[in-house]
């Protein structure tokens, strides 16, 4: 991330408060929103849904929008530079800023 620095907190964005947006993902089903088990799960828990199949490209994108989204909506300046979402040890999605 990149942004202005709070003169109080010293920090650019509080780590509690992206584990906080990342909380969504959480012991959570990610499921493309057209996927037919999208209404059946629903009601049981809704699930996060996607544009598009739920890739590790798109959801590195995702947080980036989420992530985007909670600084502009709160009037923190600082946005998203970079995502790298493993995979696994050797594999990992990455997005950059628009």
């Not at 699930?47 to 890739?55: A, E, R």
Request: glycine residues 4%; negative net charge; charged residues 25%.
């Amino acid at each position: 991330m990149e942004g202005m620095i709070d003169a109080t907190s010293k920090i650019l964005l509080d780590y509690n408060i992206i584990k906080q947006v990342m909380e969504v993902y959480d012991h959570q089903v990610i499921l493309n929103k057209d996927d037919p088990m999208v209404t059946v799960l629903s009601s049981f828990q809704l699930p996060v849904l996607t544009n598009g199949d739920p890739t590790s490209e798109l959801l590195a994108t995702d947080i980036r929008e989420r992530l985007n989204r909670f600084c502009s909506e709160t009037g923190v300046d600082a946005r998203v530079v970079k995502v790298r979402l493993w995979e696994s040890d050797g594999c990992y999605a990455e997005v950059d800023a628009v």
